[in-house]
């Protein structure tokens, strides 16, 4: 094992963890405080979580074309889910059912763009990256960029609404982990396990805080 593929597993190992703890104490706050918000947060940061277990099972060397199509998958999949918690913030029941719809019909969508396409090595030196089928891109991009959007939104309108200044790095958090889902799929991997590594950090950040106080 050489030292870049010992970086990479030890690093996507460590935010894997993390992960999946704030996924455990999200799911935590949904049971004792029966926001559903807090339920798809926590689902989309358990997606997370397995995402970059994949990524370090795949920088080991325990890679094949399933897990690739499944890692792609999940990447679409939590951008989702952690946009469908935010939207439940939203007070319009329409606009919470319709992007459920929505949000069904576009994960529909990339697992059809997943199953008719074939998907080679997504590795470079056990770093996820790859140039992806043009539907495979088109489909998730669908999926990811107006999850990206409602998340920013969302996010505004609340703190617009709340003031609560608490929020801002749990807030931040849920966007950076979006958005290095969908800066990966148009092709700009670079960004990938930075704004994971990131992303988890302000999220602890935020939720600590609250906890704390």
């Not at 999949?77 to 946009?83: E, I, P, T």
């Not at 003031?163 to 979006?178: P, Q």
């Given at each position: 094992m050489n030292d870049m593929q010992a970086i990479v597993i030890a690093s996507t190992s460590i935010i894997t963890l993390l992960s999946a703890i704030l996924s455990a104490l999200l799911f935590s706050n949904y049971r004792a405080k029966k926001g559903s918000n807090y339920l798809f947060w926590g689902t989309g940061i358990a997606l997370f979580a397995f995402g970059t277990l994949l990524e370090a099972l795949f920088a080991a060397g325990a890679y094949s074309g399933i897990f690739a199509k499944l890692y792609l998958?999940?990447?679409?999949?939590?951008?989702?889910?952690?946009?469908?918690?935010?939207v439940q913030l939203a007070k319009s029941r329409r606009i919470r059912q319709a992007y459920y719809i929505f949000t069904v019909l576009s994960l529909v969508f990339v697992l059809y763009s997943l199953a008719v396409t074939s998907i080679g090595n997504i590795l470079v030196g056990y770093v996820v990256y790859a140039v992806l089928p043009l539907l495979v891109v088109t489909a998730s991009s669908v999926a990811t960029f107006p999850a990206a959007l409602a998340i920013i939104v969302m996010a505004a309108l609340?703190?617009?609404?709340?003031?609560?200044?608490?929020?801002?790095?749990?807030?931040?958090?849920?966007?950076?982990?979006?958005?290095a889902g969908t800066l990966y799929i148009v092709q700009f991997p670079a960004t990938l396990y930075y704004a994971e590594a990131i992303g988890i950090v302000l999220l602890w950040a935020g939720f600590y805080s609250r906890k704390s106080r």
């Open positions: 998958f999940i990447v679409a999949a939590l951008v989702s889910a952690l946009a469908v918690g935010s609340s703190y617009k609404h709340t003031k609560n200044v608490k929020m801002l790095s749990i807030i931040a958090g849920v966007i950076i982990v979006s958005i």
